[in-house]
C-alpha cells in the first residue's frame, strides 16, 4: 500500500488553468484516502497549489527544500512538516527515502530532471517504486514519445514502465497495483 508520495511539479503555474485543478484535484484526493505528500516545500506556482489543496483536506504534507532556495520559492509556511537541507541532490535522496511511489505533475526542467532521476534509478534497480505522470491535457506526452523512441532505438535497460493516469482514483490505483512489495 501507498502511504506517502512524492510529488514533482512546476514553481511556475504554466499558461493552462487546468494544471492548477488538476493538481488542487490531485493532492486533495491523495490527502482524502489518507495519503500523504513529500513535495519540494515551496508555496510558488503548482507546488503551492498542491500543498495547499492537500492541507485543506487535512492532509500531512512534508516539504524538503534546499537552504539556498527558500528565499527564492518562498518556503510555504503552512506545511506540516518542513525540513531544510544543505542542496538539490539532498533534496531528491531525502524525498525518494521519505516516498513509497513518485508522481509527476506538468512542469519545468526542475520537475523533468527529478522524474528522469527516479525513474533512472529504478531502472538501474536502486529502488522499485513505481513512477507516474500525472498527464494533463497531454502535457508529458512528448516526454512518453521520447521514452517509446529510446526503448526503439535500443537504449533501455530492462523496461521499468513509466505508468501514466489522468484522473486522480485512476492513478492511485495503479500505484497500488505497481508498489514495491
Ligand atoms: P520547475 O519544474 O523547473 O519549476 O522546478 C520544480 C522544482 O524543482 C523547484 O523546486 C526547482 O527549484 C526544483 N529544481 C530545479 N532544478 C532542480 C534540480 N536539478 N534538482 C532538484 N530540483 C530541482
Same mark, same amino acid.
Given at each position: 500500500m501507498i502511504k506517502r508520495v512524492a510529488i514533482y511539479c512546476g514553481s511556475?503555474? @504554466?499558461n493552462d488553468p487546468q494544471f492548477a485543478e488538476a493538481a488542487a484535484a490531485l493532492s486533495g484526493y491523495l490527502a482524502k484516502q489518507g495519503v500523504g505528500i /513529500?513535495? @519540494? @516545500? *515551496? *508555496? =510558488?506556482g503548482l507546488m503551492g497549489i498542491v500543498a495547499d489543496a492537500a492541507l485543506a483536506e487535512g492532509g500531512d504534507v512534508i516539504g524538503v527544500m534546499p537552504d539556498n532556495l527558500w528565499i527564492q520559492e518562498r518556503a510555504h509556511k503552512g506545511l506540516t512538516q518542513l525540513e531544510f537541507v544543505s542542496g538539490m541532490h539532498q533534496r531528491k535522496a531525502r524525498m525518494v527515502e521519505l516516498a513509497d511511489a513518485f508522481i509527476a505533475l506538468p512542469g519545468g526542467i526542475g520537475t523533468l530532471d527529478e522524474m528522469v532521476e527516479v525513474l533512472c534509478w529504478s531502472n538501474i534497480g536502486d %529502488?522499485?517504486? &513505481?513512477c507516474v505522470c500525472f498527464d494533463v491535457n497531454n502535457f508529458? $506526452? &512528448?516526454f512518453f514519445t521520447l521514452m517509446e523512441h529510446i526503448q526503439q532505438q535500443d537504449f533501455a535497460h530492462h $523496461? /521499468? &514502465?513509466l505508468l501514466k493516469a489522468t484522473q486522480p482514483a485512476e492513478l492511485l490505483t495503479l500505484?497500488?497495483? %505497481? =508498489?514495491a512489495a
Open positions: 511556475r503555474m @504554466g /513529500v513535495y @519540494g @516545500g *515551496s *508555496s =510558488a %529502488h522499485n517504486k &513505481p508529458w $506526452q &512528448p $523496461q /521499468v &514502465p500505484l497500488n497495483e %505497481h =508498489a
